[in-house]
């Protein structure tokens, strides 16, 4: 059986898509300046739709770009996006940005990691966060979500898990409403099993920190996402770099001095 046989037709697949970002026909066609009535005869398979009304449907129902190429192939259509290796020649302006980004971060930890969370590239500084971890969480695929809540990775150094766990869960199910992917859906009942407990009230500040034992000191970070959102190549839209800076005066200097970068230049 071909690819495009065992594939649903992409009427199917772009009522999928809606239901999943809980539009009505209605809200969509409005919304995509489509009638109600051709769009419902897109997803019954009664219309075959253009390239562009494909594009212009998975814009309006923020389709990831890889879910847009399976769109295209299912229409019978050529795919729009570019799925670069991250070797590849082509990709080496997004090999230099991403570590120009984890340079820069240091002295402070920083990662990159695809869509499905596995660790892609870090900086030297990121071995502040896994000192200690089971060697079977730090082979190659390294899942940065396994590797925090696992009981032989960071889950025991952490002294906020509950709030931290959720936080990370909730991520997590966010990426999966939005993606659909089913492993990502896996990975979220796999780490919704492990211990752990989850912190049933609402964050009071801006944003979760991380609180981490290292030896008798405990750091405290913030973690910022940086991604490639114009990127047109699956490979690098994929892709997000996640940094953790230094919540107070005393994590900062901990971790220079655990790095062996140099003091903060004293203000003023």
Known sequence: MSDNAARPPVGVLLRDWRRRRRLSQLE??????????HL???????????RTMI???ADHLDVPLRERNALLLAAGLAPAYSALA???AGMAPVREAVDLVLRGFEPYPAAVIDRRW???????????LTAGAAEHLLGPPLNVLRLSLH????????VNLPQWRSHLLHRLAHDVRQTGDPELERLHEELSALPGGRDASPPTGIAVPLRLRHGDTELAFLSTVTTFGSA?????????IEAFLPADARTASAVRELTGAAPEP???
Do not use: H, K
């Not at 969509?28 to 009535?37: D, F, H």
């Not at 419902?40 to 253009?50: D, H, K, Q, Y």
């Not at 596995?118 to 502040?128: E, K, Q, T």
């Not at 032989?152 to 952490?158: F, H, L, Q, S």
């Open 28 to 37: 969509l066609s409005i919304e995509a300046e489509v009638s109600t009535r």
């Open 40 to 50: 419902s005869f897109v997803e019954t398979g009664r219309a075959r739709p253009s």
């Open 55 to 57: 594009l212009r449907l």
């Open 86 to 88: 991250l070797d590849d």
């Open 118 to 128: 596995n660790l892609v590239a870090a900086n030297r500084s990121a071995d502040v």
């Open 151 to 158: 009981p032989d990775g960071m889950a025991p150094r952490v």
């Open 232 to 240: 047109l190549d699956l490979t690098a839209a994929e892709l997000s």
């Open 266 to 268: 004293a203000s003023g």
